[in-house]
């Protein structure tokens, strides 16, 4: 059975930094990109970052180049996200994913390239 388990959420004042972490079981963690997408009430999933299974490639979201970084421990099956600079509209579920695949890493910016999801971790950012 295939377990994505986020933690790390909370409730932040804006500006500061908060790091998130996914811990991934019941799969070939080595063989997955993975990805980190957003989902704030009312509006559609959105892609914020993705790092390939080798930890060689990566690919952000033009909204959070430069403030947010992804990277990933292949010995520990975990990928981090790592926000700084934080601002309200970056208030979100944050969920991260898995997709099986060798294509080009900006492949994985759309939802229906994962095959498994975790549960979502709460990310608020006070103004």
């Known amino acids: 059975q295939v377990q994505l388990v986020e933690s790390g959420g909370g409730l932040v004042q804006a500006g500061s930094s908060l790091g998130l972490s996914c811990l991934a079981s019941?799969?070939?963690?080595?063989?997955?990109?993975m990805g980190w997408f957003r989902q704030a009430p009312g509006k559609e999933r959105e892609f914020v970052c993705a790092i390939s299974y080798s930890g060689t490639a990566t690919y952000y979201a033009a909204s959070v180049k430069g403030r947010f970084t992804i990277s990933r421990d292949n010995t520990k099956n975990t990928v981090y996200l790592q926000m700084h600079s934080l601002a309200s509209e970056d208030t979100a579920v944050y969920y991260c994913?898995?997709?099986?695949?060798?294509?080009?890493?900006?492949?994985?910016?759309?939802?229906?390239?994962?095959?498994?999801w975790g549960q979502g971790t709460q990310v608020t950012v006070s103004s």
């Open positions: 019941g799969l070939a963690y080595n063989n997955y990109n």
């Open positions: 994913a898995a997709a099986v695949g060798y294509k080009s890493i900006t492949y994985y910016s759309t939802p229906n390239t994962y095959n498994y």
